[in-house]
């Protein structure tokens, strides 16, 4: 069966330090991977997506940048965190059809 | 561009009574499918029910329905009997059929059951 796991489960992180948030895949092959952002009470909000290796396609330009440097891995980046990069940090792969997507348990990053 | 609507913030329910919550969307593809997530106190995006476009049917999933109703863009997910246990965070989303299959969100209903 197919899992996705993602780490770390929470972080505190200076402003102004790096960031590298990982996700990697069991079980599927090729999978279209994506990263979501979601502040507190809010919706779900796409950062990256990749359809394949080195490709990488960013929805909203900002402080992050995002990677996948294999198949099944798709990492998240920041060279200097900001603020405003705290919320809870998404991965997900594109699963099947008819159940959406499947996702990770998520990173809840808090950046002081 | 995909859009998906949900106009309530927050609903308060009576354990054991049935609720509605609005979605609506747009979208100029003629082919997408429709989904709804609950995400408890925990994060974690818990998969409910699948609606395609071309279905002529509601989609059902044990206490949950899809009212699907094309014409109008509205896709509002109905939980029958609530429990204690519904009270979490609920998200319509829209995914492309083709490309990168990408899955839009609506901002989310936060329910809530009393008991």
């Known amino acids: 069966s197919q899992t996705i796991h993602q780490w770390p489960a929470t972080l505190v992180q200076p402003v102004g330090s790096p960031l590298s948030l990982e996700c990697t895949v069991e079980?599927?092959?090729?999978?279209?991977l994506y990263w979501y952002r979601q502040a507190a009470g809010r919706g779900l909000q796409l950062l990256f997506y990749?359809?394949?290796?080195?490709?990488i396609s960013s929805e909203v330009p900002q402080n992050l940048s995002a990677s996948r440097p294999q198949d099944r891995q798709f990492i998240l980046s920041s060279k200097k965190l900001l603020l405003s990069d705290s919320g809870f940090y998404l991965c997900?792969?594109?699963?099947?059809?008819?159940?959406?997507?499947?996702f990770g348990s998520g990173t809840r990053l808090t950046v002081v | 561009a995909q859009k998906i609507t949900q106009t309530q913030p927050g609903m308060f329910v009576q354990e054991k009574e049935a609720v509605t919550l609005d979605c609506t969307y747009d979208?100029?593809?003629?082919?997408?499918?429709l989904f709804w997530y609950k995400q408890p106190s925990s994060g974690e995006m818990i998969f409910l029910i699948y609606?395609?476009?071309?279905?002529?049917q509601n989609a059902t999933e044990g206490r949950y329905s899809l009212n699907f109703q094309k014409a109008r863009k509205s896709a509002n997910l109905v939980i029958s009997a609530s429990q204690l246990g519904d009270s979490a965070m609920y998200f319509c989303?829209?995914?492309?059929?083709?490309?990168?299959?990408?899955?839009?969100f609506g901002q989310g209903t936060r329910l809530t059951i009393n008991p």
């Open positions: 979208t100029s593809d003629p082919s997408y499918g």
């Open positions: 079980g599927t092959s090729n999978p279209n």
């Open positions: 997900a792969w594109s699963g099947d059809r008819y159940y959406g997507y499947t």
């Open positions: 990749s359809v394949g290796i080195g490709q």
């Open positions: 989303a829209m995914r492309e059929v083709q490309g990168a299959q990408k899955l839009v």
């Open positions: 609606q395609g476009s071309y279905d002529q």
